[in-house]
Structures are given as structure tokens and as C-alpha cells.
């Protein structure tokens, strides 16, 4: 996306922020149409977040539950596609534990499909709460120095970011051992730490990424008690940064592993349930802005 | 036509180093004669093939195919594998044991040759496995499988993990005169992602391959190969640090050959573009720094020849996530205008081109095939060198369609293929 396209998409979501705190949470440009949140990969909140965004714009919002479905009865990605498909569906949200499976099946399917995560690869609408968030906080991006910490190696919050915090000209840190970056982290447009304590210097805002255990096959950090010691946001690190520093989490969290419950939860540097909240705005954006390309209503589709 | 008279053609036959205008007889499936003004009058009964200027030249020998028979037939079988090599020019082909079950006694080696027989258009040989079951472990009875016709042993795309086990293989096999061929790539460096670590990879967030993997194995079997005094061949080499390490094994003396296959020279990562699985091999394609050392390498020698490494998939295996679709592409069908490729770009002469895909792969494996010569057997291929046209996979004979070089410009078109004494692929009408 160009820069101007992000900044319209936030300052749509933020008429939605507004909308979501006021008594009345109902708007109606999905009326009528129908959302599937298809999760190949379990997750609570951004699905959650999803069907919220999804409801609260009138959409008819069904949740597949792909663990139990027909993939596990051998049926392929495309099949599924095809299937779902055939129910006209108008947006699929669509989730997926191997990179490039969203884009696979967004070719097969003739409806708006977004991707809510797909493997290691990328996942936009979080950029793009994170982007809204630190706006909201800042006031601005551009200029700004962000530190992405921990496992960027599986993580595609990290690589989202990057692309994003890039192009509306902030300056991104990344800091990790060196076994939790990707070998070629050097050519994303980012400077490289593996002492947090040098990397922390001086940065606006502190992005710490989970440990994506479940994603690792065989040792890349030895233990969680010196990952934490080396790696864990606490206090002390924190205090390395900018005063005004603000802590940011995708979520879930891993506390005492990435990061210390003490900053974890200090309401005055830590952003992490803005993030939450502006999730449901972006992704109601997101949607709404998709919808304008969908067929008329009245007027059905070919 | 017990006869074919080959006539205004230019011989060209890379073993003799041959390359003049001339006429070829064929008698009874052998090369009766060949040079130039053969003929003060042409036999009356023989079929006559007016070449046109095109050049003729040994039938090619594929030194490295899939066949996926038995056990995948809805991938291909040897039926449509030896229409889609004939229609290649490719008149032998050695197939990879990596079969279900796979090629690992003497039965199953017998089996191949049945059913090439049966099917009897071009010569298809085979590789017997090197550990039963292609399971890295035990040895298989290679001296029986040798005797019953396999012409070399490997565990196909499976590389054999186990220092020990290679040690014993080029042990033993030295016994019977026969190669071990090894997919060199470090087992736990290699990720079933299929693409080469590098800022693409990171980009797309696909765990990558190093380079290294390839090197790092091939160093390792180096050693093995001078402590055992065995004879080695690397497949497909990919990297600049493996045509290294051939390089300089060779320099020592050591009784080392190795292949590439088209795609590493012709290709680079960037073709995996978009998560593009037509584009997943195995070992992946590499950085534009390597595909140049490939091609060095077989300017300069160290590269021994050039397989297609036909790995037919059916849609399914290929209409998949990249990390779950399986690994490989066809080849036979464009193995010889890729080939040529390198004559166009200057990189190799044509004789040399050509040499790396007839005589060079079947001397490496003691076959009697790959050169043009009086009382050789009859495996011929007419080609039009210059003649441009675009790669097609609907005109594909293979059973499966999964080529990444469809749309290709390419010059070399085949003409005609002759296998043992017969014309078993003609397309000069077309």
C-alpha cells in the first residue's frame, strides 16, 4: 500500500474508534453481506476482533472452525476455497499457518478476502492497529524510532511492521539473538541489535514480539531464563529508552518470558490494550473500505 | 524401414569431436556409415531423411529422470515419460529408484527393464538404490542389482545422511566398478520450504536453505571419497560454493564427476516470485551469484554434464501452500533447447554443449550410448539449432504439466529421434 492509502485507511478507523465508544456500536455498510472469519490456525483475538469489526458494520459474520472441519478429512486449501466459494460469501477473513496460503487462496475465490496472518509472511491489519495506535500516542510516525524486539525470525507482526513503520518514515530498530532473525533481516530497511541494551537507546516506542514456541523446531535460545535475562523487556531495560518511551504487544502475552509484568501492565507506558481496542476500528476500516468494491447491493453478481 | 538414409545433414558427435556436412546411413539399427558424399546413389529401400542443413547428432542421454513407476502412475508412467523423451530427443534415460516400492533389489531393477521393453521406445535404464527401502541404513545387494542392470547407485532425492553408511557404499560399490550418486544437501540444514536463505526467502517468510547445505555435505563426502578410494558423482549441483569444492577435488585427483540440471543455470530464486510452486525444487533455485557459477562450471569443466532431472507432479502436489508443494519439475521436453542456451549465450561451443548431454553422461555411466559412430547402435537425434519458438506445456507429452519455463523463448527445435535403427518421434511437418 502507498503511504497516502495507509493514512487515509487510519483516519477512517479513527471515525470508527469514535463510533465503538459511544453507546450506539451499530453502523450498517455490511448490511446484507455475509463475513467468514476462516481459521486455519487457532486464535482468539484476532478473530474476535474480526467478527466485532464485522458485526458492528451489519455484516452476517459466520466462523469457521477449520480444526474441525473437512481439512481434516484431507480436503485442500483450494477445495475449501471452492466450497465456501459457492456460498458467496462477500469477505473471507482468512488465517493460515504457511506463508503465501492467503494469497494462494484469494486466486481461487471471487470474493474480498484479508489476511488476518498467514505462516511467517505477513499480517497487515496488525501494522496497521499498531500504526494507528502510535499515532494516536505520538501524533505522528514519521520520525519516529521503533524497536521490534524478540522472535522477528517467526514473526510476521515483524515483518508487517517493518513494510509498514517504513514507508510512513519511521525508523525501525530490530533486536534479537541472532538465531531469532531471518538471514536476511539486514536488506529489510532496518538497523540491527543484538544487545538490547544498545538497541534501546533512544528508541520512541518498544514493540515486543511473543516467543513463538510452537513455531520452533529444535533449539534457537538455550532457555527462557537466559532469553529473559538478555532479552525480556523489565525495568531496567526500559529506562534505557526515551523517557517518554510507550511499551506495544501483539499479544498473546508471555510474561517472564518477553516481558515483565511490572511494565507489562504500567498503564502509563504501555499501550497494549490500545492495541486491543484499535484492532476492532482498523479491521472495521479494512472492511469498510473493501466493501466499496463489492457489487451493488440489488444488483447480484455474475 | 530397416533402412534410414540421413542425408544434407550436419554431423556433429561431441565424443570424436566429428562436425561437418555429410550423410549418415542406418542398417538394421546400427550407424552402417556416416561422412560427408556418403552415398553415389541412395539405397532404393531406405527411408530418406533430407536434414535440411540441421545438425544430427547422438540421440540425448538423461542421466537423472523420475519416472514414478510404479507407484505414481497418475504422474506419469513409462508409457508418456517415453513419448515426452522422444519427443525431447532424448533417446536413453537412467530413472531415479526413488519409486513406491523403490528400486532397491534385483527383481525391481528386472522390473524396469520389462517394462522398458514392453513399452520399447527409447532405452530406459536404471539406478538400484543404495540403502534399502531409500531409508539411509542398511545397504542394499548392489553387486545382484549391478548384475541385473543398474548402472550406478543413489538413493535418488533423498541424500545418504550417514557418514558411515556412504563410507560402506563407496567401499563396497568400488567392488563391482560402480558410482555412488548423492542429492548432496546437510539433511538438517535443509527445510522442506524448498527456497534458498537469502532476502527473498526472509521476505516471504519461508525458512530458507543455505547455500552452505550443499557444500557442507559435499566436503564431507570428499573426504569419504579419498579415505575410500570409491567413485563418487554429485547430482544437480546448484551453489558456487559446491562447483568449489568439485573444483578443487578434482585438482586433487580424486575420482569425482558431477551434473547439473537447467533450471540451476537458466534460473534464478527470483522466479519463485510469489510464492510460485512451479518454481520449487529441490535443491532450490539459487542467488544470480550462484546460477554464474554453474554456468562456470560447465564452461571450465568442473560440471561433467547436464540431466533434466524430470520430476513430473500432478496438480495436486503442486496447488498447495510453497512449504507443503512438493519439490521439482519436468524436464525432458526442454532439456536440449535449455541446453543449447548456453552454445547461444557463448558460454559453451556446441560441440561441448551437446557433449554434456550424450557422450559425457554415458561414459560416467558405462553406457554404450551417446556417440555417433560406425557400428554404434542407431540413437539419433535431427535438430534445427537456430529455430526459435516459445516452451508450450499443453504440447507437453508428460503426464503431469509442471514446468516453469512455459512461455520461454528458446532456439533448437528436435526434428526427429531415432532410437535403435527406428524413427520413433518426427516433427518436421510441424
New interface residues.
Partial sequence: MAPDEIVGLLDLAETYVDLNRGADKKASVLRGRTQINLFFEPSTRTQMSFELAGKRLGADVLNMAVASSSTKKGE???DTAMTLNAMHPDVLIVR?H????V??LSEKVNCSVINAG?????HPTQALLDALTIRRTKGKIGGLLVAICGDVLHS?VA?SNIHLLNSLGARVRLIAPPTLL????D??GVEIFTDMKKGLIGCDIVMMLRLQTERMQGSFVPSIREYFHFFGLDRQKLALAKPDAFIMHPGPMNRGVEIDSEVADDIDRSLIRQQVEMGVAVRMACLDVLSRNLPEAGRNAP | MSRIAFTNVRLVDPASGRDETGELLVVKGEIADLGPKLFDRIPDDAFVIDGKGAVLSPALVDMRVQLREPGEEHKENFETASHAAAAGGVGTMVALPNTRPPVDEPSLVEFVERRAKAVGLVDIRTYGAVTKGVAGKELTEIGLMAAAGAVGFTDGTQTIASALVMRRALSYAKTFGQVILNHAEEPALTSD?GMN???I????????I?AAAEAIMLDRDMRLVELTGGRYHAAHISTRAGVEVIRAAKKRGLSVTCDTAPAYFALNETAVG??RTFAKLSPPLRSEDDRRAVVEGLTDGTIDAIASDHAPHDQ?SK??????AASGILGLETLLPLTLELFHNNHLKLQLALQKITSAPAALLGLETGRMAKGRRADLVLFDPERPYRIDVDSFRSKSKNSPFDGRPVEGKVLVTVTSGRVVHDARGS
Fill in positions: 485442500t486449501l483450494i493460515h504457511d506463508s503465501g496460503a494469497k494462494l498467514d505462516g511467517t509472511h505477513e510476521r515483518r531471518p538471514s536476511a533481516a536488506r529489510l | 520450504a536463505e537469502g532476502e526467502a526472509t521476505r516471504l517468510g519461508l525458512p530458507g543455505p510469489d510464492y495436486d496447488r498447495l501452500p510453497f512449504a507443503q
